[in-house]
C-alpha cells in the first residue's frame, strides 16, 4: 500500500533552515507528481509547493516563494522541503502528498511539525 | 494565500442530512474539479471525493459532491456520530498555478 513518511521537523529560531524529507513506498515514485502541504496550529490546509514527477518544472505558494526549494530524488523515491529564512508563521504541521492526473491529493503522509521560535 | 470561503461549522442529528458549501471564482472552482477532503482531530486528511463528485474507494454513497458554476457543496446524508471532523474542499487554481483551499468547516453531531 502506498505510504509517505515525512522527517526532519523540529524547533528552529527565525531565520534558520530546515530540510524536511519524505520517504515514498507503496508505488512507482517516477510516475507521480508531488507536494508539500501545511497546516499552522488550530487553521486550515495550505498548499506549499508541487514538484513534477521528472522534476524539471515546480511551483510554491507565494508566501514561501524565494524561501523554500522542492527538490526529489527518484532513485530514492524521496521528495524533499528546503526551508531558509524561517519566519514565526512558518509554524506548522507539514505534510508530503502524492498528486493525482485530475490534480487531487489521494495519498498523505502523517505529517511532521516545524515550529519557528525563539 | 487564496482560500476558498467555507461556512466555519455545520452540525446535524444522527441521520439528517447535512450540505457544506464552498464557492471561488472563475480561476479555481469555475475551471477546474473541485475535491473534499476529510481530517480528523490529530490525524492527516484523508481524500473524501475528487472530480466533483467521484468517490474514493471506501467511501460511502452517503457522501455525494456537486459543482455548478464557481460553487460546490458536499452533501452527507443519514449522519452519523463519526461524521464528526474538519471539511476541506479544494481546487486547482490557473491564477496562481498551484491549489487554494477552503477555509474548512466543522460538522458536529448533536
Known amino acids: 500500500q502506498v505510504q509517505l513518511v515525512e522527517s526532519g521537523g523540529g524547533l528552529v529560531k527565525p531565520g534558520g533552515s530546515l530540510r524536511l524529507s519524505c520517504a515514498a513506498s507503496?508505488?512507482?515514485?517516477?510516475?507521480?507528481?508531488m507536494s508539500w502541504i501545511r497546516q499552522a496550529p488550530g487553521k486550515g490546509l495550505e498548499w506549499v509547493s508541487y514538484i513534477t514527477s521528472s522534476g524539471i518544472t515546480v511551483n510554491y505558494a507565494d508566501s514561501v516563494k524565494g524561501r523554500f526549494t522542492i527538490s526529489r530524488d527518484n532513485a530514492k523515491n524521496s521528495v524533499y522541503l528546503q526551508m531558509n529564512s524561517l519566519r514565526a508563521e512558518d509554524t506548522a504541521v507539514y505534510y508530503c502528498?502524492?498528486?493525482?492526473?485530475?490534480?487531487?491529493?489521494?495519498?498523505w503522509g502523517q505529517g511532521t511539525l516545524v515550529t519557528v521560535s525563539s | 494565500q487564496s482560500v476558498l470561503p467555507q461556512p466555519p461549522s455545520a452540525s446535524g442529528t444522527p441521520g439528517q442530512r447535512v450540505t457544506i458549501s464552498c464557492s471561488g471564482s472563475?480561476?479555481?472552482?469555475?475551471?477546474?474539479?473541485v475535491h473534499w477532503y476529510r481530517q480528523l482531530p490529530g490525524t492527516a486528511p484523508k481524500l473524501l471525493m475528487y472530480a466533483n463528485d467521484q468517490r474514493p474507494s471506501g467511501v460511502p454513497d452517503r457522501f455525494s459532491g456537486s459543482k455548478s458554476g464557481t460553487s460546490a457543496s458536499l452533501a452527507i446524508s443519514g449522519l452519523q456520530s463519526e461524521d464528526e471532523a474538519a471539511y476541506y474542499c479544494a481546487a486547482w487554481d490557473d491564477s496562481l498555478n498551484g491549489w487554494v483551499f477552503g477555509r474548512g468547516t466543522e460538522l458536529t453531531v448533536l
Open positions: 502528498a502524492r498528486i493525482r492526473t485530475a490534480l487531487y491529493f489521494d495519498d
Open positions: 472563475n480561476f479555481n472552482i469555475g475551471s477546474n474539479p
Open positions: 507503496g508505488f512507482t515514485f517516477t510516475d507521480y507528481y
